[in-house]
């Protein structure tokens, strides 16, 4: 793992984008998308280098971790929705060829296992894009989770329902369940890039890197992935002890490793 302590939020979205450039680069066929708050310098950043600097994403194939059950289709805070707004529409990615779980699916547990299958069709993701919430969770796998588990139906924390209450106007609007790829899922992908900005996520983020491997923090499973990159601003790595170090190994950083 490497963990990669940046100044800003903004800095984390240059370096996440460099992560998915040089994926690119190296012919990556398969994307993997978070929503959230947290990967949006990393698609801001994206979009500039696709306006300014020529970089392409047309012919890739990407995946969401995420949606929620039950928001009707159009709905401005159903993942699919968030996912072009904030970034497919700004990028050449077909949009067509953006997959998300179907929250509406008369059969939710049949289309939990459907979108697993279609991800394996198509997979290995190269490079998954992901957030932390402030309790631990990936993708919607809140503590408790399978450390194996694949794609399913799960419940959301009180917690996690009121972290989100600011994208719906109020809790009681934000769903209690959702299809969320399971932590065996997104560790098929042969890169995890994890980002995280703030204070608010500093001790999820100690206790998913630096704490034991449990299902109490479901990220702490990123411990066992032999690719993965971590990139936090200072306000979410303060409470990492080996800080320091992770500074120097990047600093000292040898130029034909790349991330
Ligand atoms: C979103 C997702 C979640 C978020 C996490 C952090 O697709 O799977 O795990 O990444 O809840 O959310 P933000 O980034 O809004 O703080």
């Not at 289309?111 to 299958?117: L, W």
């Not at 190269?126 to 402030?134: A, K």
């Amino acid at each position: 793992m490497e963990v990669v302590i940046v100044a800003t939020p903004a800095d984390t979205g240059r370096v996440v984008a460099d992560a998915v450039q040089q994926a690119v680069a190296a012919g990556a066929r398969v994307l993997g998308l978070a929503t959230g708050s947290s990967p949006l310098a990393a698609y801001r950043e994206l979009a500039r280098r696709h306006r300014k600097e020529g970089l392409s994403l047309a012919g890739l194939d990407a995946f969401l971790l995420d949606e929620y059950v039950g928001l009707p289709a159009g709905h401005p805070q159903s993942y699919a929705r968030v996912i072009r707004a904030e970034f497919v529409d700004s990028v050449d990615l077909d949009p067509a060829r953006v997959q998300g779980p179907d929250g509406t699916a008369g059969d939710l547990l049949a289309e939990a296992r459907r979108y697993d299958a279609a991800i394996r069709a198509a997979g290995p993701v190269d490079l998954q894009i992901l957030g932390i919430g402030g309790n631990g969770h990936v993708g919607f796998n809140e503590p408790g989770s399978s450390l194996t588990s694949r794609t399913r139906v799960k419940t959301l924390t009180e917690a996690t329902r009121r972290d989100n209450a600011r994208f719906f106007g109020d809790v009681s609007d934000v769903p209690r369940h959702v299809i969320t790829q399971g932590l065996g899922t997104i560790g098929d992908a042969r890169h995890l890039v994890l980002t995280a900005s703030g204070a608010h996520k500093a001790t999820a983020l100690a206790a998913a890197i630096e704490g034991p491997v449990s299902a109490s923090c479901p990220a702490s499973v990123l411990q066992l992935h032999p690719h993965v990159t971590v990139v936090a601003d200072e306000a979410a790595a303060t409470r990492l002890r080996s800080a320091g170090h992770y500074r120097y190994a990047f600093a000292h950083k040898l130029s034909q490793q790349g991330y």
